[in-house]
């Protein structure tokens, strides 16, 4: 994360907010050793984020959702590139999900925190917190709008939170292949379908998609609509040459 907010626009409060408080104090009360074993990383990390977490949520460190959090999805976002009315549009109609913060609109307010959706949790009698999916439940689900449909451009991870509590014949799940010339096949490369979903929800917004039949249109970034390998559910789109390189530090 990199606390970041836009210029002019007020930030709101998270309506999950009195759970992040209770998982802020959970995630304060936890060891050195506890931090290091369910995150996988060094003492040194650690130690970090145990000092995060014991001053979260500073009052003078906030940032915007859409503005602060960092990695390939929000790069291919390219957040930068957003007017107000753009942000005004996002704030309405795109739900980001937090290990902390449960949903978050993007104009909502964050302080900087690490905890990723599919840690399994150090536990107690008294805090039998096991996984983030038993804590949240259907709780995130609960905040979007019923009757009407969902792109859904999460990670596995972070899908499994909301994704089963849903109508799953609301749910349309794009999926984005990249084809290697030497093989002959569509394949799955990481880091480009994580761009490649920042990079379709910039789209929507943008475009300002509000139609299912218009899906199948986009053609950001070197992708195209593959009828081949869609359904319904999950159309497909396909990149013979991948042309978003330039919005990940990972890809020269």
């Given amino acids: 994360m990199k606390l970041t907010r836009p210029a002019g626009l007020e930030l709101s409060k998270p309506a999950l907010a009195a759970q992040a408080q209770e998982l ?3 995630l304060s009360s936890l060891k050195l050793k506890e931090i290091q074993n369910m ?3 060094s003492g040194n990390l650690a130690q970090e984020i145990m ?3 014991s001053s979260w949520p500073a009052a003078k460190d906030k940032g915007s959702a859409l503005h602060s959090f960092r990695g390939d999805v929000f790069s291919g ?7 107000k009315k753009d942000l005004l549009y996002a704030n309405q109609h795109l739900k980001i999900i937090s290990g902390l913060y449960g949903l978050l609109k993007p104009l909502d307010a ?3 925190y690490r905890l990723e959706m599919g840690y399994k949790l150090p536990y107690s009698a008294e805090e039998p917190y096991t996984s983030l999916y038993k804590f949240w439940g259907d709780s995130l689900a609960r ?7 969902i792109v859904n451009l999460t990670s596995l ?4 939170a909301i994704v089963p509590y849903l109508d799953k014949s609301l749910v349309i799940s794009p999926r984005f292949y990249t084809y290697n010339a030497k093989t002959r096949q569509h394949t799955s490369v990481a880091v480009h379908s994580k761009i490649a979903r920042g990079a379709f929800a910039h789209w929507l917004i943008t475009q300002r998609i509000n139609k299912i039949s218009e899906l199948n ?14 359904t319904p559910l999950e159309p497909a789109f396909v990149c013979r040459e991948f042309m978003g390189k330039g919005l990940s530090v990972r890809l020269k």
Wanted: glycine residues 12%; proline residues 7%; hydrophobic residues 40%.
């Fill in 77 to 83: 976002l390219q957040v930068a590139s957003f007017d």
């Fill in 51 to 53: 000092a995060t977490a």
């Fill in 143 to 149: 905040l979007v709008p019923e009757g009407e449909p």
């Fill in 24 to 26: 802020g104090a959970y």
């Fill in 157 to 160: 991870e972070y899908g499994r």
């Fill in 217 to 230: 249109n986009f053609d950001e970034i070197g992708y195209q609509y593959e009828a081949s390998l869609s």
């Fill in 39 to 41: 995150m996988g990383v």
């Fill in 110 to 112: 964050v302080a900087p």
